[in-house]
């Protein structure tokens, strides 16, 4: 690009090749001596700036971030959803075998009320009027560790004498299912199956010779789900009322505290898991003691 440059000698005004830029000779039109001026850049024009990175690419990153925390959270969402049905499942078995457990102690300390007395408590204890005055659970507290309040009750008076009152204010595990949250403390979820031909006929204290059907055909006892029936308290469960829990539509389902079925003391002192799907002419059979039925139902 040609050098525009003038004279300083006599303002004579000329240009030169860019390849001259820097070199000295003579004006050509006064002869003095000229040097040439570097080159000029031009105006308006801005080297190119360098990218440091910033820009677009830190865009880019934040997506990304944002992107991978976003997956993150679904798939913990997910994953939570998916696990939640086991956990629920896992806390359930640990719960009914607590209640197992439980309904295993109540079955000890019957047969050890038997092995004193020679026959199972009855299920209630009769006033002089034949009003019921207490429970079977009072009854056995010594064979549950329960000695002190057993010693402390006045089992000359009704459960509900203000002189047993403290009794409705004390809470006993062992007659507590963990899978029953309706209950108050003070209630029992464990009830004998009372009735006609059963071991705890009214009036007919039953021993072990007397369950021709074999002890491990016969329940003793089962529970109940929101009882409202205080510990000390001389009710249970009848016949009818178990039968109902049993096939068909199974109209008494809602009173056990487990889905699908519920827990049941046999006579040999075993516990076992009875489902709904039995049908009701065994589970009337499962409750009676000498009807020499033949269960072919598996539980």
Known sequence: MPISFTCPHCGHATQAADQYAGQTGPCASCGGQVTIPMAKPQSGVSPPKKNIGGGSTGAVIAIVVVAILGITVVCGGILAALLLPAVQAAREAARRTSCQNNLKQIGLALHNYHDVYNTFPPAYIPDEDGEPMRSWRASVLPFIEQAPLYDRYD?????????????????????????????????????????????????????????????????????????????????????????????????????????????????????RFLSFDIPQNEARALATRAGMERVQTPY
């Not at 979820?189 to 021993?207: H, K, M």
Request: charged share 15%.
């Open 155 to 271: 089992f000359h008076k009704r459960w509900d004498d203000p002189e047993n009152q403290f009794a409705t204010t004390v809470s006993i595990p062992a007659y507590r299912c963990p899978s029953d949250p309706g209950q108050t403390p003070f209630d029992t979820s464990y009830v004998l199956i009372t009735g006609t031909g059963t071991i705890f006929e009214a009036g007919n204290p039953a021993g072990i010779s007397s369950i021709l059907d074999g002890t491990a055909n016969t329940v003793m006892a089962v529970e109940i789900a929101s009882s409202g029936i205080a510990w000390p308290k001389p009710e249970d469960l009848d016949i009818e009322a178990f039968v109902a829990m049993f096939g068909g539509s199974g109209a008494g389902r809602t009173r056990s505290p487990h889905p699908g079925g519920v827990n049941a003391l046999f006579a040999d002192g075993s516990v």
